[in-house]
């Protein structure tokens, strides 16, 4: 269920401030640094094209990378931050923090529905209102999930999907305590007005 690490290409920038990050935006980079596992920040810069086309693909917050910086060992990052310019929404910063694999972090996962054929509430003209499209977890970084599934099999009308009802991946668990609600199921308003 964990997903292949990605491979992210950065280069030392020399200089910090806004002197040098201007500089690094008006080359064609992203400023960014790269913190934490007790070791001294990492200033870089990243290929502004590259990151764009990443970001775009969707789930950054929650994917672990490798990140590859020339002259430095390759670390596992997660990245934490992405600063964006505020009339454009395009990334002017961004921020990474270093992880070993057996470090616990706190990411926010997709949810994912299945077989709604198979849910009679559906078929019969219900609707699946999503409460939580994502639901924060407590993950080992070297087994971060892709998603997680909840199976729609049998559910009808005034069925509610608590967080219990669902199988976590591996080493997972909710940051809340409480069983909270991730979906429900609600009946047609012509079904309720006929009852």
Do not use: W
């Not at 892709?146 to 729609?152: A, P, Q, S």
């Amino acid at each position: 269920m964990a997903r292949e690490i990605e491979d992210l290409q950065a280069v030392v920038r020399t200089g910090t401030g806004k002197g040098a990050a201007r500089q690094a935006r008006r080359a064609g980079y992203v400023p960014g640094i790269v913190y934490g596992d007790k070791q001294e920040p990492v200033a870089i810069n990243m290929n502004y094209n590259a990151l764009l086309k990443r970001l775009r693909q969707g789930r950054f917050l929650s994917t672990l990378f490798n990140l590859k910086v020339e002259g430095q060992p390759d670390v596992h990052v997660v990245c934490r931050g992405v600063q964006r310019d505020v009339v454009k929404d395009l990334p002017t910063h961004i921020d990474f923090m270093r992880l070993h694999d057996d470090s616990r972090i706190n990411l926010f996962i997709h949810v994912t529905f299945i077989n709604h054929d198979a849910a009679p509430g559906l078929k019969r003209g219900g609707t699946l209102t999503v409460v939580r499209p994502e639901v924060e977890l407590e993950v080992l970084a070297s087994d971060i999930p892709n998603e997680i599934v909840v199976d729609l099999t049998g559910k009808t009308f005034g069925d509610v999907i608590h967080i219990n009802d669902v199988t976590l991946p591996n080493g997972a668990k909710p940051t809340i305590d409480r069983n909270f609600v991730i979906a429900n199921i609600t009946a047609p308003s012509g079904i309720v007005a006929e009852e």
